[in-house]
Nanobody
Framework: QVQLVESGGGLVQAGGSLRLSCAASGRSFSSGAMGWFRQAPGNERELVAAISLSSGNTYYPDSVKDRFTISRVTATKTAYLQMNSLKPEDTAVYYC????????????????YGKGTRVTVSS
């Protein structure tokens, strides 16, 4: 099992920045992926960033590309999501996620999720 705990959410004005953190514990895997999903009321869950734990390759959908950056520190099993130029439509609960493999299937979901942290962007 993998436990994931997010932190760093909050209220920010449009154009501002936030940095989310995710601490992982439990089972370790040197390959695989960590990522961030978000879900706003009435919307489907959306993968907004993912990173390969082995290669460092990253994935972003067009909606956040060039604004969000995912990173990880392997030694501490921590992942981060730097969010810049935030927009009101970025308002959602953000979930850290982890999976044993990195690939296109990530868009549909990962194996493990945290409980989420709320991000609210005011206009």
């Amino acid at each position: 099992q993998v436990q994931l705990v997010e932190s760093g959410g909050g209220l920010v004005q449009a154009g501002g920045s936030l940095r989310l953190s995710c601490a992982a514990s439990g089972r370790s895997f040197s390959s695989g992926a960590m990522g961030w999903f978000r879900q706003a009321p009435g919307n489907e869950r959306e993968l907004v960033a993912a990173i390969s734990l082995s290669s460092g390759n990253t994935y972003y959908p067009d909606s956040v590309k060039d604004r969000f950056t995912i990173s990880r520190v392997t030694a501490t099993k921590t992942a981060y999501l730097q969010m810049n130029s935030l927009k009101p439509e970025d308002t959602a609960v953000y979930y850290c996620a982890a999976d044993s493999s990195y690939g296109p299937q990530m868009i549909d979901g990962m194996d493990y999720y945290g409980k989420g942290t709320r991000v609210t962007v005011s206009s």
